[in-house]
């Protein structure tokens, strides 16, 4: 993050040199009182008149365009980080959203945007406005050291006030977003899960969980916004009472016998002094929103940090021709008492169908995450004609492979873009292809706009069977050597069924390896080999029938027995 910033530096640089301008310009109006009190009142001079008027009318002409370059550097600079970080960021959140079991959301991101936001806002002008002040109290200690000292009493004043504004909400707002987060997340699950929210009767139980979680929020909300109006009111009466005594020790000094305060020195403090310490007032009114993108920054310097960079081939392998090898390969997630795979091993030959069971906790989803170079392996490797799958750059890997996971989501836009993966070259062919292979061809046909129709929001628009075979389609698009399959029939009916079967065999005329995990037996009539995972630790690998007895013809669990639970990242 403070590399992308330095790499700004030019535009720091100009943004300086243009506040520097901004502030010099702003020095056109107390000169302007100063003139008019203390030369056009006393000569009654027409000419002089319209001579400063000229002159203050260009001086406020050129204060605009500076002040409209400065806004502009810095909407580049928004958007020169945009291009520098946005991506990075969004690795960050898919990295996230891997790590953190189910918890899916794209916080980096929307703490840049807020980070952006500041950036580009008038909030963000007090702050560069704010190393001036000693400039303005300076000039005003040159023209009347008494006044002078006012104004710098008054800024003391005002920066102290700043600092107990930020002891004082720091705290309640802290709390605040405590308190809401949770209540935000129930509120979302609910809207997920209407059906059964409704079905159920929980909509009272949920409310009232939302409201006693957003109550709390609004009570140290509440408290926070309150310290901020008053510590607000007084920065605003202390600027005025600041710019009063101004006025007040220039007149005292006027009516001295002998002063040689003028009036329009006078004024022209006054208007100065406010200017001075206009930026503190408004940093004081800003501060939340400087203080949320100042946590943004802090939180995405640490996000960045924490990622790290994965290893990555410095030369692409050419098209691999399908072979997997899973060479001893161990999985650990901290301080959970026993590792979730402990040297597996294991290969599969091209166009082979390995069906895998075991118990729930066995450790068969980490296995398929582990397949596809989705988690790096304590220990050991997974290689895909030799080389390390989670070292491959999975834009490139992700040609060859297929997946489809154990909860199904798909992106709200049309089923053509769901199927072929976002490709803007996608050939039609390829997407029918792969349609058909799920048996889910006929069935768009059958859609108001065919493979043209939106799925909804994470697929909410069809059904559950649907949702799978598109899910499926999606994996099996664009002709993979290896398509991992995290229980494929768990939402199927018994068309569905039909068409995964015909699909394992059409997989395995075109050479193409599959990774099948399973709870119901009766989808393991169609694999070549069976796996069977308990506790971490390959109890079998053979062929079909010799771990399994003959199919019956009413599906059963493949594998009933109790293990110890895992957390959900490492579950089937």
């Not at 408290?223 to 008053?230: C, P, T």
Request: net charge neutral; proline share 5%; with cysteine.
């Amino acid at each position: 993050m403070s590399d992308a910033f330095r790499s700004c530096r030019g535009a720091f640089l100009a943004i300086t040199v243009f506040s520097f301008i901004v502030n010099i310009m702003i020095l056109t109006l107390p000169l302007y009182m100063f003139s008019m009190f203390d030369k056009v009142l006393t000569s009654f001079s027409m000419a002089t008149l319209g001579m400063l008027f000229a002159m203050a009318v260009f001086a406020f002409g050129i204060q605009a365009l500076v002040d409209i370059a400065r806004s502009w550097v810095l909407i580049e600079v928004g958007n020169f980080l945009d291009r520098r970080l946005s991506a990075r960021l969004l690795h960050a959140s898919i990295a996230n959203a891997l790590h953190r079991g189910r918890e899916r959301t794209a916080g980096p991101l929307q703490k840049f945007t807020m980070l952006r936001t500041f950036l580009t806002s008038q909030s963000i002008f007090s702050v560069m406005d704010a190393p001036w002040i000693p400039l303005f109290l300076l000039i005003l200690f040159l023209m009347n050291p008494t006044v002078g000292i006012v104004a710098f009493v008054g800024a003391i004043f005002l920066f102290a006030l700043a600092l107990v504004n930020d002891r004082w909400s720091k705290e309640p707002l802290a709390q605040a977003s405590m308190a809401i987060n949770p209540a935000l997340k129930l509120s979302n699950a609910a809207a997920r899960n209407a059906e059964v929210v409704e079905a159920m009767g929980m909509t009272p139980t949920i409310v009232k969980a939302w409201h006693d979680g957003s109550e709390e929020a609004n009570r140290y909300q509440s408290i926070a916004s309150k310290r901020s109006a008053v510590i607000s009111a007084i920065s605003k009466w202390g600027r005025m009472v600041v710019q009063i005594s101004v006025m007040t020790v220039a007149v005292m000094q006027m009516i001295q016998p002998g002063s040689t305060l003028t009036a329009g020195t006078m004024m022209a403090s006054v208007i100065l002094v406010g200017r001075a310490l206009m930026p503190l007032e408004a940093m004081i009114g800003s501060y939340r929103n400087l203080l949320e993108a100042w946590a943004s920054y802090k939180d995405l310097s640490g996000t960045l940090a924490d990622m790290g960079e994965r290893p990555r081939l410095s030369v692409l392998p050419p098209r691999p021709s399908g072979h997997i090898s899973v060479e001893g390969v161990s999985y650990v997630v901290k301080n959970f008492d026993r590792p979730i795979l402990s040297n597996v091993s294991f290969e599969i030959q091209p166009g082979e169908i390995i069906g895998v069971i075991g118990p729930s906790g066995a450790g068969k989803t980490t296995l398929a995450h582990l397949m596809v170079g989705l988690e790096k392996p304590t220990s050991g490797a997974v290689r895909l004609d030799g080389t390390d799958v989670y070292a491959w750059p999975s834009e490139d890997l992700g040609r060859y492979l297929g997946f489809l996971p154990q909860q199904v989501e798909l992106f709200n836009t049309s089923v053509r873009d769901n199927i072929c993966r976002f490709d803007p070259n996608a050939d039609s062919d390829k997407i029918i292809r792969a349609a058909q292979l799920a048996g889910l061809h006929e069935i768009i046909q059958r859609l108001p706009r065919e493979y043209d129709t939106n799925v909804g929001d994470a697929g909410s628009l069809m059904s559950g069977g649907q949702r799978q075979r598109i899910a499926l389609a999606r994996a099996l698009y664009g002709h993979p050597l290896l398509v991992v399959l995290d229980e494929p029939n768990s939402n199927l009916d018994s068309e569905g069924e039909e068409a995964l079967k015909n699909m394992l065999h059409a997989m395995k005329e075109q050479g193409t390896s599959v990774f099948l995990v399973a709870h119901r037996i009766n989808v393991l009539q169609h694999v070549d080999k069976v796996l069977v995972l308990r506790e971490g630790v390959v109890h079998k690998f053979a062929a079909r029938d010799e771990v399994i007895a003959p199919v019956p013809t009413r599906p059963k669990i493949a594998v009933a027995e109790p293990s110890p639970g895992i957390p959900n990242r490492a579950s089937s």
